[in-house]
């Protein structure tokens, strides 16, 4: 079964609403990173948090980790119609040294 | 900087035949990452290598092979193709320096492979 689990499976909101996505893991990990992929196309790196961090900002983005929860969310602000595509959360396991990524959340801005 | 380059784009195969695809990582990056993403079980992992070694391995038949050569360019090959091997095959470089992959990985474009 996947690592990690999101929710929602899909989110649509106004332009310039914030957008919160979550995922849930399950074993202990190195890191979380979160990715976007618009429509069938190559994954984007949009922020990598790592197990001793709490929170991390890039732009418009910021980054929750709760280890004890094993839970991150990804909160994107302001949102803008090229910021729909899907958003995946990937987590690096401790000694597996792979990246496992979970279903992923599609999300919609609307004008 | 040039990002990962993956050829081709598109593929359509018959079932039983072979394919290989092919992925040129960043300059520089000594890890390509291959992943099968297909509608129903998403990203899955399918193998890792690092200076011409597989690293890691994920749980697909072997049908599913791959290489590196010494300038870091991956191949992935699927032998006697089925209808489920239909799916993008996204190849990841990262500029993983020995053994720890601790950073982020730089995806191409993909292979969309359809088997008919």
């Known amino acids: 079964s996947q690592q990690g689990e999101e929710d929602p499976q899909a989110l649509s909101i106004q332009e310039g609403e914030n957008a919160t996505m979550n995922c849930s893991y399950k074993?202990?990990?190195?890191?979380l990173q979160w990715y976007r992929q618009n429509s069938g196309r190559g994954l984007v790196h949009l922020i990598l948090i790592r197990s001793n961090e709490r929170e991390k900002h890039s732009g418009r983005l910021r980054v929750t980790l709760d280890t004890s929860k094993k839970s991150s969310s990804l909160l994107i602000t302001a949102s803008r119609a090229a910021d729909t595509a899907s958003y995946f959360c990937?987590?690096?396991?401790?000694?597996?040294?792979?990246?496992?990524f979970g279903q992923g959340t599609r999300l919609t801005i609307n004008p | 900087k040039a990002g990962v380059t993956q050829t081709p784009r598109y593929l359509i195969k018959t079932r039983g035949q072979q394919v290989t695809l092919s992925c040129s990582p960043i300059?520089?990056?000594?890890?390509v990452s291959w992943y099968q993403q297909t509608p129903g079980q998403g990203l899955q992992f399918l193998f890792e290598y690092f200076s011409e070694t597989q690293r890691n391995k994920g749980n697909f038949p072997g049908r599913f092979s791959g290489r590196q050569f010494s300038n870091s360019r991956s191949e992935m090959n699927v032998s006697t193709l089925e209808l489920g091997d239909s799916a993008l095959y996204l190849c990841a470089s990262s500029p993983r320096q020995s053994g720890v992959m601790n950073t982020e990985a730089f995806f191409g474009q993909g292979t969309r492979l359809t088997v008919v």
């Open positions: 074993t202990s990990i190195n890191n």
């Open positions: 300059s520089g990056h000594r890890s």
């Open positions: 990937a987590t690096l396991i401790q000694g597996a040294q792979k990246l496992v």
